[in-house]
């Protein structure tokens, strides 16, 4: 178990410009979850999968965003013509039902800068 | 909607000193909830939880007590290391499983040796 791993760790892109991120959960997990976080707050959710389902979209997640899991396995998370107000920390986290509660485990992120 | 408010920081102690960051909830029903821990250049990573109420829930020497009359869920630790130096979120969960989960802004603790 190697954890969640996210990729790139660090992104500088300029305003107008397309990036994706990419989230590998923990291998056995069905459940992917992205969030945000600004700094000096707390993180912020986006979007959850359930296997290749997007059952669940905040308003946070303008048209510009975009979140795929094909294969109920890994997922991208696309935004199409950043603004500066799109840099961010961008969380990743995964969990499994086990019935015992809701324990998401969370990567370490991709850093977005917005120039 | 639901939300968490806690202890603004920065919180700096001296080493050994008791530790006390403050979390209240606004949620209905019986949310799950959490302290989450962040380490610098590291992702959060679960600290400890309470599913109901009374419940405590505790790791590392943290704990923190489900408290549903008065809607909290504060952190205390006795005595503190230089190794507790983090950013700690408080965070609920409305439903048992499968939710999204709603953060606090987050407490800054650094402990002085």
């Known amino acids: 178990d190697t954890g969640v791993s996210q990729d790139p760790r660090h992104k500088i892109t300029k305003r107008g410009q397309n990036v994706t991120f990419r989230c590998d959960p923990i291998?056995?997990?069905?459940?992917l979850y992205w969030y945000r976080q600004t700094l000096g707050q707390g993180p912020e959710f986006l979007t959850y999968?359930?296997?290749?389902?997007?059952?669940?979209k905040s308003r946070l997640l303008s048209d510009r965003f975009s979140a795929e899991r094909p294969k109920g396995s890994f997922s991208t998370l696309e935004i199409q013509r950043t603004e500066q107000g799109d840099s961010a920390m961008y969380l990743c986290?995964?969990?499994?039902?086990?019935?015992?509660?809701?324990?998401?485990?969370f990567g370490a992120g991709t850093r977005l800068s917005v120039l | 909607g639901d939300s968490v408010t806690q202890m603004e920081g920065p919180v700096t102690l001296s080493e050994e000193a008791f530790l006390t960051i403050n979390c209240t909830y606004t949620?209905?029903?019986?949310?799950?909830l959490f302290w989450y821990v962040q380490y610098p250049g590291e992702g959060l990573q679960l600290l400890l939880k309470?599913?109901?109420?009374?419940d405590k829930g505790s790791n590392k020497g943290f704990e923190a007590t489900y408290r549903k009359e008065t809607t909290s869920f504060h952190l205390e630790k006795g005595s503190v290391q230089v190794s507790d130096s983090a950013v700690y979120f408080c965070?609920?969960?409305?439903?048992?499983?499968?939710?999204?989960?709603?953060f606090g802004s987050g407490t800054r603790l650094s402990i002085r040796p």
């Open positions: 949620a209905t029903g019986y949310p799950s």
């Open positions: 965070a609920l969960s409305r439903y048992s499983s499968a939710s999204k989960i709603i």
């Open positions: 999968f359930q296997n290749e389902a997007q059952l669940e």
């Open positions: 291998s056995e997990h069905n459940r």
């Open positions: 986290a995964s969990s499994y039902d086990s019935g015992g509660g809701n324990i998401q485990y």
């Open positions: 309470a599913t109901k109420a009374d």
